[in-house]
């Protein structure tokens, strides 16, 4: 029963987060231009905002903006949240435009980092459910592969697909 969105226009950005066919709340965004990725039923919202200089993720609850913070770079995003309230998305880890799926919960953001942890190799965690097992995608070699983090590790779901099957690689 809930939706959560955010409008651009001219003169303002919101955030909207809808209940039961309506509008409940209005959410302007100061400083910058709001994306949103996700909510759960607790109506905490997460995604970024981008300021111009840089795109920052966010967690908003109760009236409240809370920046997530980065690995150490300049841009992180969020793209899920479960019920617990713990999030996931990417961030930079420095200077450079590699970035890596993070887990933030309990106000600590921890990196889930790649496949064999290769320097300036990219991944994003995407999405979380409800027994912490994230999925997302992650750089090996020169390509993107669908991955799953459960119990520290990583794994290239494409390393379980079978000799037979008729798929190639799964990317997402």
Same mark, same amino acid.
């Given at each position: 029963?809930?939706?959560?969105?955010?409008?651009?226009?001219?003169?303002?950005?919101?955030?909207?987060?809808?209940?039961?066919?309506?509008?409940?709340?209005?959410? #302007?965004?100061?400083?910058?231009?709001?994306?949103?990725?996700?909510?759960?039923?607790?109506?905490?919202?997460?995604?970024?905002?981008?300021?111009?200089?840089?795109?920052?993720?966010?967690?908003?609850?109760?009236?409240?903006?809370?920046?997530?913070?980065?690995?150490?770079?300049?841009?992180?995003?969020?793209?899920?949240?479960?019920?617990?309230?713990?999030?996931?998305?990417?961030?930079?880890?420095?200077?450079?435009?590699?970035?890596?799926?993070?887990?933030?919960?309990?106000?600590?953001?921890?990196?889930?980092?790649? #496949?064999?942890?290769?320097?300036?190799?990219?991944?994003?965690?995407?999405?979380?459910?409800?027994?912490?097992?994230?999925?997302?995608?992650?750089?090996?070699?020169?390509?993107?592969?669908?991955?799953?983090?459960?119990?520290?590790?990583?794994?290239?779901?494409?390393?379980?697909?079978?000799?037979?099957?008729?798929?190639?690689?799964?990317?997402?």
């Amino acid at each position: 029963g809930l939706i959560a969105g955010h409008t651009i226009n001219q003169v303002s950005n919101h955030i909207l987060l809808w209940e039961t066919n309506t509008i409940t709340d209005t959410i #302007p965004v100061d400083g910058g231009v709001a994306q949103v990725n996700s909510l759960n039923n607790q109506k905490q919202i997460v995604g970024l905002i981008h300021n111009g200089a840089r795109n920052m993720a966010f967690l908003w609850q109760e009236g409240t903006f809370e920046e997530l913070g980065t690995l150490g770079g300049q841009n992180s995003i969020a793209y899920d949240i479960k019920a617990e309230g713990n999030i996931v998305g990417a961030a930079s880890r420095d200077e450079e435009l590699a970035t890596h799926g993070f887990l933030w919960q309990e106000d600590v953001i921890t990196d889930l980092g790649t #496949p064999g942890d290769v320097p300036n190799a990219t991944s994003r965690a995407l999405s979380i459910n409800k027994f912490g097992v994230i999925v997302g995608e992650a750089q090996v070699g020169d390509v993107m592969h669908a991955v799953v983090w459960e119990d520290g590790q990583i794994i290239d779901l494409n390393t379980l697909l079978p000799p037979e099957s008729d798929w190639e690689l799964l990317s997402t």
